[in-house]
């Protein structure tokens, strides 16, 4: 890995790495192959409960254990209501279904998150849904000294509307995240460490066993099947 940038190689060594943890830890990543492309992305389901844009509460995270999620919707009883959207009234209390995936990005050379959330119902979040749903604390620091931003994109392998942290800041936050990890003596996995600084934001915690599970091996040495 050559400074701050990370190449598609290493992105797909680095993916390799989490998703033999995930599988030891049991924590839900998958790696979803995009039909007649040699390309890819990491994936996850959770289900949150958050408040809507309320300064004292924390969100509470859980695993999803039955809902799967797929390119075209929600499987089970959501039907046409995957189009619908949900708005959610402040102070009011939602367990939403939130789906994650990890791409790379040519353009910055980094690691680009993607995100759609749900009711249970099926219906979608609104921009500012997802913004009244972020932790105060994270909410203030995008607003006033932002790593990044959350915006709706289309997805670049799927072609549906998902929101995204844009990575346009990436290199400058991670740098010196990198210079640390790297005094120490031990191995650094580039996707994992700017998981653990940009998940929180959007409710996807890195849990700390990841970095007890850690091989003593180069993240670049394999990539994923």
Same mark, same amino acid.
């Given at each position: 890995?050559?400074?701050?940038?990370?190449?598609?190689?290493?992105?797909?060594?680095?993916?390799?790495? =989490?998703?033999?943890? @995930?599988?030891? /830890?049991? %924590?839900? !990543? *998958?790696?979803?192959?995009?039909?007649?492309?040699?390309?890819?992305?990491?994936?996850?389901?959770?289900?949150?409960?958050?408040?809507?844009?309320?300064?004292?509460?924390?969100?509470?995270?859980?695993?999803?254990?039955?809902?799967?999620?797929?390119?075209?919707?929600?499987?089970?009883?959501?039907?046409?209501?995957?189009?619908?959207?949900?708005?959610?009234?402040?102070?009011?209390?939602?367990?939403?279904?939130?789906?994650?995936?990890?791409?790379?990005?040519?353009?910055?050379?980094?690691?680009?998150?993607?995100?759609?959330?749900?009711? =249970?119902?099926?219906? @979608?979040?609104? /921009?500012? %849904?997802? !913004? *009244?749903?972020?932790?105060?604390?994270?909410?203030?620091?995008?607003?006033?000294?932002?790593?990044?931003?959350?915006?709706?994109?289309?997805?670049?392998?799927?072609?549906?509307?998902?929101?995204?942290?844009?990575?346009?800041?990436?290199?400058?936050?991670?740098?010196?995240?990198?210079?640390?990890?790297?005094?120490?003596?031990?191995?650094?996995?580039?996707?994992?460490?700017?998981?653990?600084?940009?998940?929180?934001?959007?409710?996807?915690?890195?849990?700390?066993?990841?970095?007890?599970?850690?091989?003593?091996?180069?993240?670049?040495?394999?990539?994923?099947?």
């Amino acid at each position: 890995m050559s400074g701050c940038a990370l190449n598609e190689k290493e992105f797909f060594s680095c993916c390799q790495l =989490l998703l033999q943890q @995930s599988e030891h /830890l049991r %924590d839900g !990543w *998958s790696w979803e192959a995009v039909q007649g492309s040699e390309e890819g992305y990491l994936r996850k389901t959770v289900l949150r409960s958050v408040v809507a844009d309320c300064c004292d509460q924390q969100e509470r995270t859980q695993p999803v254990v039955a809902t799967r999620f797929h390119s075209d919707g929600i499987t089970g009883d959501g039907g046409d209501e995957d189009d619908a959207v949900c708005v959610l009234s402040e102070g009011s209390s939602h367990v939403l279904q939130y789906e994650y995936h990890i791409l790379y990005s040519c353009s910055y050379s980094a690691p680009v998150l993607y995100f759609r959330a749900f009711t =249970l119902e099926g219906r @979608s979040l609104m /921009l500012e %849904d997802v !913004w *009244s749903s972020v932790h105060p604390n994270f909410r203030h620091c995008l607003q006033n000294s932002p790593l990044t931003a959350i915006t709706q994109q289309e997805h670049p392998l799927l072609g549906q509307p998902f929101f995204m942290l844009h990575p346009c800041r990436t290199e400058e936050f991670m740098r010196p995240v990198l210079q640390e990890a790297q005094e120490q003596p031990r191995p650094v996995n580039y996707v994992l460490l700017w998981l653990s600084v940009v998940g929180p934001v959007v409710g996807l915690d890195v849990p700390l066993k990841y970095c007890t599970q850690l091989h003593p091996s180069s993240p670049s040495s394999s990539e994923p099947d």
